[in-house]
């Protein structure tokens, strides 16, 4: 502090004398000090190694791309959309197909996918 400052601010000579009058707080002081710095770099630390650990884990991992993503959800949509259709088609077909068939007793057997008559 400036000599200034201290002949006209009583309570700033008292800290001055404190300062210089009593070491072990002012080595207490700098020990804390240190100590925060070190823990700062130690969380730092610790949050970059949660980062590389979470990439190495994440490495293998397959993503796709928001693109890819959106290409397969339009094939989906479309091959659903084809689905209804391709049932539709399929039940008139076979309403036709019932209207025509002068036997009562026979049914169309039930094909399920995959399979073939």
């Given at each position: 502090?400036?000599?200034?400052?201290?002949?006209?601010?009583?309570?700033?000579?008292?800290?001055?004398?404190?300062?210089?009058?009593?070491?072990?707080?002012?080595?207490?002081?700098?020990?804390?000090n240190a100590?925060?710095?070190?823990f700062?770099?130690?969380t730092?630390?610790?949050?970059?190694?949660?980062r590389?650990?979470?990439?190495?884990?994440?490495?293998?991992?397959?993503?796709?791309?928001?693109?890819?993503?959106?290409?397969?959800?339009?094939?989906?949509?479309?091959a659903?959309?084809?689905?209804e259709?391709?049932?539709?088609?399929?039940?008139?077909?076979?309403?036709?197909?019932?209207?025509?068939?002068?036997?009562?007793?026979?049914?169309?057997?039930?094909?399920?996918?995959?399979?073939?008559?």
């Amino acid at each position: 502090m400036s000599v200034a400052t201290l002949a006209q601010n009583p309570s700033a000579r008292h800290i001055a004398a404190m300062q210089s009058q009593n070491p072990l707080i002012a080595d207490f002081v700098k020990l804390a000090n240190a100590a925060a710095g070190t823990f700062a770099g130690m969380t730092r630390e610790a949050r970059e190694s949660a980062r590389e650990r979470l990439r190495e884990a994440l490495g293998g991992v397959d993503f796709v791309t928001r693109e890819e993503f959106d290409a397969v959800k339009a094939m989906a949509a479309k091959a659903r959309e084809q689905n209804e259709k391709l049932e539709a088609r399929l039940a008139m077909l076979e309403a036709k197909l019932a209207q025509a068939s002068p036997a009562a007793g026979e049914t169309i057997p039930d094909i399920g996918p995959g399979e073939q008559a």
